[in-house]
C-alpha cells in the first residue's frame, strides 16, 4: 500500500506541478488577494514545489520499493539486514526519508494551499451548480488528503 500511495502522489503532483506552467491563468485566480507580490509568483512558487514534491516522492518510493525486496529476498535466503549496532532496521532508508521529510512537507504543503481552494469556493458560490458542487467539495477533501500524505513511506 505504501509503494502505491508514494506513486499515486507522486502523480499527483507532477501532473499539477505541470499544469501550473502549461495553464498558469486558472491557477493564478486561486491565489488569495493580500498577498505581497502577483498571484503569477504563487502559481510559479507552488507548481515548482509540486514537481520537486513529485520527484522526491517516486525516487524516495521506488528505492523504497527496491530495498523492501531486496530485504525479503535476503530474509527468504536466511539472511538478515542489519544496521551499525547490529539490529535489524525497522525500515529502509527511503522509507525513513519519506515519514521523517517528505511526509511532512508534503501534508504541509497541502496545507497552504488550502486557502486557495476556500478562495476559489468562495469566488464559484454563483457559478452553476456542477461547477459550486466541485469548487466547495475541494475544501473538505483537503482533510484526507493531507492525512494521507501524513502517511508517506508507511
Known amino acids: 500500500m505504501k509503494h502505491a500511495r508514494g506513486a499515486v502522489w507522486a502523480t499527483v503532483f507532477g501532473v499539477a506541478g505541470v499544469l501550473h506552467f502549461a495553464q498558469p491563468k486558472p491557477f493564478d485566480g486561486l491565489v488569495p488577494e493580500g498577498l505581497p507580490g502577483s498571484p ?13 514534491l513529485s520527484a522526491v516522492i517516486a525516487g524516495c518510493t521506488a528505492v523504497d520499493a527496491v530495498q523492501t525486496r531486496s530485504a525479503g529476498s535476503a530474509e527468504l535466503a536466511g539472511e538478515r539486514r542489519r544496521d551499525a549496532s547490529g539490529g535489524v532496521p525497522p525500515t529502509s532508508t527511503a522509507a525513513s526519508l519519506l515519514q521523517d521529510w517528505v511526509a511532512p512537507a ?17 469566488d464559484w458560490r454563483r457559478r452553476p451548480l456542477k461547477q459550486r458542487a466541485i469548487a466547495f467539495a475541494r475544501v473538505p477533501l483537503q482533510v484526507p488528503m493531507v492525512l494521507s500524505a501524513a502517511k508517506l513511506g508507511r
Open 106 to 122: 508534503t501534508a504541509g504543503f497541502l496545507l497552504a494551499v488550502w486557502p486557495g481552494n476556500m478562495k476559489m469556493a468562495w
Open 40 to 52: 503569477r509568483f504563487y502559481t510559479n512558487a507552488s507548481g515548482v514545489a509540486e514537481l520537486v
